[in-house]
């Protein structure tokens, strides 16, 4: 399965900040996507990266809040902006590659004071 | 609505003991199922998955799940637990095939005592 390195692995920002989150994989994968997991929840999908495109948002996620790149095949960062406390929350990097399961990054554990 | 149930938020047994994760789901065709592990600290990590065929399906770390169409479960097993699979348990599925839609359950921790 693909390697997946997820930077920063941690990070404790400043409200009205933002922090851009970066997802690299060792190989070409067809998706690429992000998801929330709030202290002792779920994961919830954010959004899917598409390459060359703009990305595809779930409902209660919007672009200005949480912008994505996708340059490459191999590539995707997510932007968390103007953050507030309620954004504290581990951010999960997954690809996907034909009928593969999704795998996934170690995420990033972020912190908002 | 389409749903995926972990009904017990917290399961504690001794090392050595069996173990069993329940899940449950609400599609209209048998979606693809998954499990998966978060160690503390840790991303997601695939246990197994159940796509067609047979309906016992063997995992890593000596992992395995039974489909059963009937109870619309998908239920994780492992005959001996240790102390290294304390972890959150994440039920998943994916009611497209594509690896596109994976919807997560709300998951069980594990607690393994000594």
């Known amino acids: 399965s693909a390697v997946i390195s997820q930077k920063p692995s941690r990070d404790i920002c400043q409200r009205g900040t933002s922090l851009t989150i970066q997802c690299q994989v060792d190989s070409q994968v067809t998706m690429m996507f992000w998801y929330r997991q709030q202290p002792g929840q779920s994961l919830t999908l954010i959004a899917t990266a598409n390459q060359g495109s703009e990305a595809t948002y779930e409902s209660g996620f919007v672009i200005d809040k949480f912008p994505i790149s996708r340059p490459n095949l191999t590539f995707s960062t997510l932007t968390v902006s103007n953050m507030s406390p309620e954004d504290s929350s581990i951010y999960l990097c997954?690809?996907?590659?034909?009928?593969?399961?999704?795998?996934f990054g170690d995420g990033t554990r972020l912190s908002i004071l | 609505a389409q749903s995926v149930t972990q009904p017990d938020i917290h399961i504690t047994v001794s090392e050595g003991a069996s173990l069993e994760l329940r899940c449950n789901y609400s599609y209209g065709a048998t979606p693809y199922l998954f499990w998966y592990v978060q160690s503390p600290g840790q991303g997601l990590q695939l246990l197994l998955k159940y796509f067609s065929g047979d309906t016992l399906v063997q995992g890593i770390k000596g992992f395995e799940a039974e489909f059963k169409r009937s109870q619309s479960s998908f239920n994780l097993r492992k005959p001996s637990v240790h102390w290294s699979d304390a972890a959150e348990y994440f039920c998943a599925v994916d009611p497209s095939g594509s690896a596109r839609q994976l919807t997560f359950g709300s998951g069980t921790q594990l607690t393994v005592l000594p």
């Open positions: 997954s690809v996907g590659h034909g009928d593969q399961p999704q795998h």
